[in-house]
């Protein structure tokens, strides 16, 4: 089943909804109202980005520099704060 996005014609709110394609839209969760509409969704361009083993590799990579920048930071602001200089 998709999921599919559904506008309320009386409150106006915009919602998602894991519902078959044959069945009547669901009312809003907001208002409870039963005039629902299903809306058009973009479709997405295929992407170009790598996959696989090297690009999980990569963002790990990034995950611990990122962790070490924040570990740099806090043991600098200790040092500060001890009254120390960097």
Same mark, same amino acid.
Request: contains cysteine; glycine residues 6%.
């Given at each position: 089943? $998709? ?5 309320? @014609?009386?409150?106006?709110? /915009? ?8 069945? %009547?839209? $669901?009312?809003? $969760?907001?208002?409870? %109202?039963?005039?629902?509409? *299903?809306?058009?969704? %973009? /479709? ?5 980005? $790598? ?7 990569? @963002?790990?990579?990034? *995950? @611990?520099? /990122?962790?070490? *920048?924040?570990? *740099?930071?806090? @043991?600098?602001?200790?040092?500060? %704060? ?5």
């Amino acid at each position: 089943m $998709p999921i599919y996005e559904f506008e309320c @014609e009386g409150c106006g709110a /915009v919602f998602e909804e894991l519902v078959a394609a044959d069945v %009547a839209a $669901p009312a809003c $969760p907001e208002c409870g %109202a039963e005039r629902t509409r *299903r809306l058009m969704s %973009a /479709v997405s361009a295929p992407s170009r980005m $790598p996959r696989g083993a090297g690009v999980r590799s990569d @963002e790990s990579r990034r *995950r @611990e520099k /990122v962790a070490a *920048r924040q570990d *740099r930071i806090t @043991e600098s602001r200790k040092r500060r %704060a001890a009254g120390e200089k960097p």
